[in-house]
Nanobody, 121 residues
Framework: QVQLVESGGGLVQPGGSLRLSCAAS????????MGWYRQAPGKQRELVAT???????NYAEAVKGRFTISRDNAKNTAYLQMNSLKREDTAVYYC???????????????WGQGTQVTVSS
């Protein structure tokens, strides 16, 4: 099994910054794409950003120019640097990884437990 643990959430004022981390552990043969998603109260979970194993990135329009996704393959960790935060960025942020446990398993999606980000004055 692959476990994902997020950290770095919290309360921040509008215009502030936070850095989220997502560490993968467990039985890991290969991690393909990693990504961040978020879910605000009463809304569906939405994509924030993704990054492939060779560092190709994709961002939601709402966060382009403000958020940066990165990863450290040696540490099986992904990061989300969030700058110029807005109240509408308030949500639970979830880490996702598409990974393979061993050469004999298929790729599968794994999710972290989520970390709360609240942007408020």
């Amino acid at each position: 099994q692959v476990q994902l643990v997020e950290s770095g959430g919290g309360l921040v004022q509008p215009g502030g910054s936070l850095r989220l981390s997502c560490a993968a552990s467990g039985s890991i043969f290969r991690i393909n794409t990693m990504g961040w998603y978020r879910q605000a109260p009463g809304k569906q979970r939405e994509l924030v950003a993704t990054i492939t194993s060779d560092d190709n990135t994709n961002y939601a329009e709402a966060v382009k120019g403000r958020f940066t996704i990165s990863r450290d393959n040696a540490k099986n960790t992904a990061y989300l640097q969030m700058n110029s935060l807005k109240r509408e960025d308030t949500a639970v942020y979830y880490c996702n990884a598409n990974a393979r446990r061993s050469p004999w398993y298929s790729d599968a999606d794994y999710w972290g437990q989520g970390t709360q980000v609240t942007v408020s004055s």
